[in-house]
């Protein structure tokens, strides 16, 4: 009788714990969860609570924080699923009781510290810890996927998909579509071909992958000089680190790939460079590339088409039209039709000198002469060096605003001849960043993605943003700043109506959501990534946390 009534506990401790396809499709129904990145597959963002809201945010309260071990940076987005919180770093994999903010269990990363070279901010994860059926997913930096139990921490498969002494990384968090695991990779700015993975969650075998450069035959790879520069493609650059969205109407994944190795376009004999700084639209279950927008054909300034799309169904002169918004790392924002990916509009949020406008027939950019300028050997200031710094923007449909944290530095660069040595660098320009006369350092600006009205633009006096932003019903925008600073702004007007000074830098996109009918908001603290550290690094401590807060009883 004991042992059955013990098999019976067992069962029912699982169904607590596996969490479904369903649960993860329904995202946001269920308030006490928050199963995935960007608050749902469409990353939208936007949250429905507003217990917490304009006109009581001066009481929200710090009611627990928790060390996460770690000073490489906290960029990842927790998971909560029934009452447990889920914390990925790069050195740590955390479960958290939620009312309490006590450790349930916590795993060490075991990778080759030489991993550690291959990205210029150490180890990080990008994302958020990925659940479901029971099992927690996540990269390591060596070029690992690997699979946890929910309710042990304890190893269950670990599969190598890249050798990193080759430049391959893991800093991005994997994605369940569709019922299988889909994973990107890092290396840009070294010697990887890109690509895209999908495993079997319950026995990590890899299903498929798709390359994001192609191989001489393949469709796409005549954008490559396969006959006078025949090994051009193997490094060609084209990363997926950052995470994707999903519609699951259409059965569509659409993953970002970062820009061409190297950058001085010598190299790839200034062809467009397929597929890099592009959206794919990918099948989850076969990864069969439906279609693809390329946002910026031979990519020589870094650009990169990595950020996250948002989707959203809107009316677009009186018609409704399935979109997709991509706030771009070249300083445009871009609304593709998700269906087909065919260019609506794309409009510049910020100042920039590399573009006089985009096509809307071609879909391509018309140039100014900064190119030009380069490819003479001159050296040129670049604007934007990065309109946005890998950071998560928030969209309200509601009120049908996107808010975005810009970045104004400028790139001063110069292409300079590269040797190619697998493992390496491989960028072919020397230079470095200045901040713009007349400006702030960067923008939390909100924006009608479809008017391209900006409704308001406030400046950061000091850096740069690179925390997410996080929209509530409630009228509040969450965001978080380099010196430490978790702010809650006015979605209306951005007025700051509260912050709360944490112990590093916010670089995480933050969440909301309830316990026991209780909003409480999260976010992590903790410096990390290259930029965050080039820019702050001076006057702001590492050291990760967990910082909760919830109302203040009147």
């Not at 597959?41 to 304009?54: E, G, R, T, V």
């Not at 479901?132 to 690992?144: S, V, W």
């Amino acid at each position: 009788m004991k042992k059955i009534l013990a098999l019976l506990l067992m069962a029912c401790c699982a169904a607590v714990q596996a969490q479904t396809a369903d649960e993860l499709l329904n995202e946001g129904k269920n308030t006490e969860n928050v199963t995935l990145l960007g608050t749902g597959y469409d990353m939208k963002m936007f949250s429905p609570l507003k217990q917490i809201n304009k006109s009581n945010i001066k009481r929200l309260v710090p009611v627990w924080t928790f060390s996460l071990s770690n000073e490489m940076g906290e960029l990842s987005q927790p998971t909560i699923y029934n009452g447990v919180m889920y914390v990925v770093n790069g050195n740590w994999t955390f479960a958290i009781d939620v009312g309490t903010g006590r450790q349930i269990w916590r795993t060490p990363v075991s990778y080759d510290r030489g991993a550690l070279r291959m990205t210029t901010g150490g180890a990080y994860m990008r994302g958020a810890a990925t659940i479901y059926n029971g099992k927690l997913f996540r990269q390591t930096i060596d070029g690992h996927v690997l699979a946890l139990d929910m309710k042990t921490g304890k190893e269950l498969w670990k599969t190598k998909f890249g050798e990193w002494k080759e430049s391959y990384a893991g800093i991005v968090a994997p994605a369940i579509v569709n019922g299988v695991l889909i994973s990107g990779m890092a290396g840009g700015d070294r010697t990887a071909r890109g690509f895209v993975d999908g495993y079997d969650p319950e026995t990590g075998k890899r299903l498929w992958r798709t390359w994001t450069v192609p191989e001489p035959g393949q469709k796409g790879s005549e954008t490559w000089p396969n006959k006078d520069l025949p090994d051009a493609w193997k490094y060609g650059g084209a990363a997926t680190w950052q995470p994707g969205s999903y519609d699951p109407q259409l059965d569509l994944f659409y993953i970002g790939t970062g820009n061409p190795e190297p950058y001085n376009p010598k190299y790839r004999a200034n062809l467009d460079s397929l597929y890099a700084s592009s959206i794919l639209a990918i099948r989850p279950k076969t990864g069969e590339l439906v279609w693809y927008y390329q946002y910026v054909p031979n990519d020589t300034f870094d650009f990169d088409g990595t950020a996250e799309s948002i989707l959203a169904d809107v009316q677009i002169d009186g018609k409704p039209r399935k979109v997709l918004f991509n706030v771009n790392k070249n300083g445009f924002l871009y609304v593709l039709d998700r269906t087909n990916g065919q260019l609506i509009s794309a409009t510049p949020f910020m100042a920039q000198n590399w573009a006089k406008y985009i096509d809307l027939k071609t879909g391509r950019p018309v140039l100014t002469d900064l190119l030009e300028l380069a490819l003479k050997g001159e050296t040129i200031d670049l604007s934007p060096a990065r309109a946005t710094n890998a950071t998560l923007s928030a969209y309200n449909p509601k009120t049908g605003l996107l808010f975005l944290n810009s970045w104004e530095a400028m790139r001063v660069m110069k292409f300079v001849d590269v040797k190619l040595e697998v493992g390496s660098g491989y960028t072919g320009i020397s230079g470095g960043y200045k901040n713009p006369p007349n400006l702030a350092p960067g923008y939390t600006i909100a924006i009608n993605p479809i008017t391209s009205k900006i409704a308001w633009k406030m400046p950061l006096d000091e850096f740069a943003v690179s925390a997410g932003t996080l929209a509530t019903d409630g009228g509040l925008l969450f965001t978080g700043k380099l010196t430490g600073e978790f702010i809650a702004l006015d979605q209306d007007s951005g007025k700051q109506l509260w912050q709360f000074k944490t112990g590093s830098s916010v670089n995480s996109p933050p969440i909301t959501y309830t316990h026991k009918g209780v909003q409480y908001v999260t976010v992590l603290s903790g410096r990390g990534g290259s930029n965050p550290t080039r820019s702050a690094g001076n006057v702001v401590p590492a050291g990760g946390a967990v910082y909760t807060f919830a109302l203040m009883p009147e």
